[in-house]
């Protein structure tokens, strides 16, 4: 089955800087790659996707790349405020069911003023 | 519009108790699942359903039970609960073939 792999564990930034993190899977097949944001005792929200026909997508301070040789793939933060502080999953899955997905261990966000 | 909403919030449970946690959508989604979040260890799929009638084991099943109760409904079921089963659980929905999930406030138990 799929593994996802996800760096780092906890990442702290100034606020105004940007954050990058890092994910990578196994299975080649794979070609839905969501992450979600999940504040502090909230529930996870989808915040970008992308799919395998596409290299990177953007939506406004939030982007995500994707390197299929490779088998990464990664979000990025411009520009970052303090209610980006959160828990990030990334997660892998072959297209057409969310049953299929596999989550990423999490990376907590902490932006500092 | 409620999206999706999970009961109890909090739960403390002694060990070999059972209980049931439930779950409900108004978005009218044919899919429905259960996670459970520990620390380090991200989500993982208990069991889920891809529509009414049906029902499936995820990653970790072992230990639960559900029900699709109708279209709206997806329960948990923990017949005898043990010190392992403490976690936060999260109900989830999705339309029919999408990949989108759209997550419960979570139910945090602790199974002393």
């Known amino acids: 089955g799929e593994n996802v792999e996800q760096h780092p564990s906890t990442l702290s930034v100034q606020e105004g800087d940007s954050a990058v993190i890092k994910c990578t899977y196994s299975d080649s097949a794979s070609n839905y790659f969501p992450w979600y944001k999940q504040e502090l005792g909230k529930r996870p929200q989808l915040i970008i996707d992308?799919?395998?026909?596409?290299g990177e997508k953007k939506d406004q301070r939030i982007a995500v790349t994707l390197n299929k040789t490779a088998k990464h793939f990664s979000l990025h933060i411009t520009e970052t405020q303090p209610e980006d502080s959160a828990v990030y999953f990334c997660a892998a899955s072959r297209t057409g069911t969310a049953s299929k997905l596999t989550f990423g261990t999490g990376t907590r966000l902490q932006v500092t003023l | 519009n409620a999206g999706v909403t999970q009961t109890p919030k909090f739960q403390v449970l002694k060990t070999g108790q059972s209980m049931t946690l439930q779950c409900a959508q108004d978005m009218n989604h044919n899919s429905m699942y259960w996670y459970r979040q520990d620390p380090g260890m991200g989500l993982r799929l208990i069991y889920y359903?891809?529509?009414?009638?049906?029902?499936d084991k995820g990653e970790v099943p072992n230990g639960y039970n559900v029900s699709r109760l109708n279209k709206r409904e997806f329960s948990l079921r923990l017949e005898s609960a043990a010190p392992s089963q403490t976690s936060v659980y999260f109900c989830?929905?999705?339309?029919?073939?999408?990949?989108?999930?759209?997550f419960g406030s979570g139910t945090q138990l602790s199974v002393l």
């Open positions: 359903s891809a529509s009414e009638g049906t029902t």
């Open positions: 992308i799919r395998s026909n596409v």
């Open positions: 989830a929905s999705s339309e029919t073939w999408t990949e989108k999930l759209f």
